[in-house]
């Protein structure tokens, strides 16, 4: 899957333009914002043909809509929104919608707890099997087979946690823009993605076999 488009032009002048019915930016707009309107709506009904309706519906919103536009968010916010509104009205109509929930689970660790040593231990708290060094170039982890497994740990993730991260950073939205558009406090947007991360890169570290044991406390048992 390649990398999320970005638009060149600033909101402002798509707006002004989708405002004018230029086929040409709102063309560029649908290309650039589909994948993601796309990842988003399955996250909401489960079938992918409901879900291409969802983003078509949304597109239909927004060229009905675009006259509304207050700038009070951004534009791919304000798109986002549609969409999951949309999305929560189909999956609910059809009785098809995946619960969805922000709510943070207090009692869920963000590594696992296994990784460390247990409070009997001589090193209690210190790390049983920690990452080692990722042989992969950075920039090639967005590439190819990792781009994938990355992708695909992903999808394992519980919904908000999938929300979050595929927002922040596959979407490259903001912080404050993904708690907007989730309708989620700050610090909720926060720990979701730090445990969605966390677990992220815990797959791609068995992808990669980027794992070690730590002779220092195992030595010690």
């Not at 239909?60 to 916010?77: M, N, P, Q, W, Y």
């Not at 949309?86 to 109509?93: E, L, M, N, S, V």
């Not at 790390?127 to 740990?153: F, Y």
Request: aromatic share 6%; glycine share 6%.
């Amino acid at each position: 899957m390649p990398p999320p488009r970005a638009m060149a032009l600033p909101d402002s002048e798509i707006v002004a333009a989708l405002k004018r019915g230029d086929e040409t930016v709102f063309a560029d707009l649908v290309d650039a914002y589909s994948p993601g309107l796309m990842r988003m709506a399955g996250m909401f009904v489960r079938d992918r043909a409901v879900a291409e309706e969802v983003v078509q519906d949304t597109w239909l919103a927004v060229l009905r809509g675009i006259d509304r536009f207050e700038g009070r968010s951004s534009l791919k916010t304000w798109i986002y929104r549609i969409l999951m509104n949309t999305a929560k009205t189909r999956g609910q109509r059809e009785a098809r919608s995946i619960p969805f929930s922000a709510a943070v689970r207090d009692d869920e660790p963000s590594v696992d707890p296994d990784r460390f040593a247990g409070p009997d231990h001589r090193c209690a708290g210190g790390w049983m099997i920690g990452p080692s060094e990722w042989q992969t170039p950075e920039e090639e982890l967005l590439q190819g087979e990792t781009r994938e497994a990355i992708l695909d740990a992903i999808d394992q993730l519980p919904e908000a946690q999938k929300a979050v991260i595929t927002l922040r950073d596959v979407d490259g939205f903001p912080p404050e823009e993904v708690s907007e558009a989730l309708g989620i406090s700050d610090g909720n947007q926060r720990v979701l993605l730090h445990r969605a991360r966390s677990k992220v890169r815990r797959a791609i570290e068995a992808h990669l076999g980027a794992v070690e044991p730590n002779s220092y406390v195992l030595e010690r048992s």
